[in-house]
């Protein structure tokens, strides 16, 4: 069993940056491929970022270029670098272990894009 806390988000000024943290008690952490999702209201969540152990990473195409997603499996922590922030980006975002169908997931933590 795997839980995850994730920390980081609030309010920026559209162009602004915020790191999200996710920090994951448990064992094998490691093992999970470990992801970012987020849900902004009135929408389905969506993948934003993901890595695999071995360090693979895909990106939502609305991201790439604007987002960086890193692991350390030494601190059991998932990071999530968001530079170049939009509008369209506030939601909630949500770390996951194990994949969204059968994964575990975080609280979450809300990310508003905003004057």
């Known amino acids: 069993q795997v839980q995850l806390m994730e920390s980081g988000g609030g309010l920026v000024q559209p162009g602004g940056s915020l790191r999200l943290s996710c920090a994951a008690s448990?064992?094998?952490?490691?093992?999970?491929?470990m992801g970012w999702y987020r849900q902004a209201p009135g929408k389905q969540r969506e993948l934003v970022a993901r890595?695999?152990?071995?360090?693979?990473?895909d990106y939502n195409d609305s991201v790439k270029g604007r987002i960086a997603i890193s692991r350390d499996n030494a601190k059991n922590t998932v990071d999530l670098q968001m530079n170049s922030l939009k509008p369209e980006d506030t939601a909630v975002y949500y770390c996951n272990a194990g994949g969204p169908n059968f994964g575990h997931w975080g609280q979450g933590t809300q990310v508003t894009v905003s004057l």
């Open positions: 448990g064992r094998d952490f490691s093992i999970y491929a």
């Open positions: 890595i695999t152990p071995s360090g693979v990473i």
